[in-house]
């Protein structure tokens, strides 16, 4: 198998989901940190910036989740997952909603032209707990956490 083909990359049966995971998460979290530095520094600017940062974090996570949903088909078979792996699937799904949620508070906010509600911190915080919680256990599932 050469690494440099293509072809190894492409049509790698769950290569995808490792690699297109990472928008998200990184997208998702410089959201968060645009809309902390526009509400500390109150520019606009910066709010709009972290708002385009989730419209593409949750247009990259929907495919991280199809590719994730579709390796473990392909890998497993569909069989009934368990241990890391069913936690990996519960909050990868838990993380998608919340990047949703944080996205539409703040569609919602800029459709309405309105303030962006203080409780969208909560939202937020809770948001990169439950990425992070995923990222890490699905970089057990890859090999990277451990020996």
Request: charged fraction near 15%; hydrophobic fraction near 55%; include cysteine.
């Amino acid at each position: 198998m050469n690494p440099f083909d293509p072809r190894t990359a492409i049509l790698a049966k769950h290569a995808q989901h490792v690699v297109i995971i990472h928008f998200p998460i990184a997208l998702f979290i410089a959201g968060i940190v645009f809309d902390f530095l526009a509400s500390w520094t109150r520019r606009k600017d910066l709010t709009v910036v972290a708002y385009y940062n989730f419209c593409g974090a949750l247009l990259t996570a929907v495919p991280a989740a199809l590719t994730g949903l579709l390796a473990w088909q392909l890998e497993l078979e569909g069989r009934r997952l368990k241990g890391i792996l069913l936690m990996h699937l519960i909050s990868g799904l838990t993380s998608l909603v919340l990047i949703v949620a944080v996205w539409w508070v703040h569609w919602r906010s800029k459709r309405r032209d309105e303030n962006l509600p203080k409780s969208r911190w909560m939202l937020e915080a809770l948001g990169v707990a439950v990425v992070a919680i995923t990222g890490h256990l699905g970089g057990f599932l890859s090999g990277v956490n451990h020996p």
